[in-house]
């Protein structure tokens, strides 16, 4: 098994590179450490868990609404 990181999400790219603050680290041996920040590369990460207040988050009612009308944006919205 590995690392597992806790953290406040800072940043995130599209590749799922992102930078947490306030970093809680425990290695395979359950040892912790602290960090102030840490980068983290997209292809290290397993999974995230995310509070479950974001389910009715209105990001996630834009992206379900995509999904929906095939890529088209919400009324009112340019697309890129």
């Known amino acids: 098994m590995g690392e597992t990181l806790r953290g ?10 992102m930078v ?3 970093v809680s ?4 041996q359950n040892r912790t450490t602290q960090h102030d920040s840490m980068y983290i ?11 479950g207040i974001l389910k009715n988050a209105p990001m996630f009612k834009r992206i379900r609404h995509w999904r929906e009308k095939g890529g088209a944006p ?3 919205v340019m697309a890129g």
């Open 74 to 76: 919400p009324d009112g």
């Open 20 to 22: 947490l603050k306030k």
């Open 41 to 51: 590369r997209g292809t290290s990460v397993l999974f995230i868990v995310v509070p």
């Open 8 to 17: 406040y999400l800072f940043e995130a790219e599209d590749s799922m590179n």
């Open 25 to 28: 680290r425990t290695d395979s």
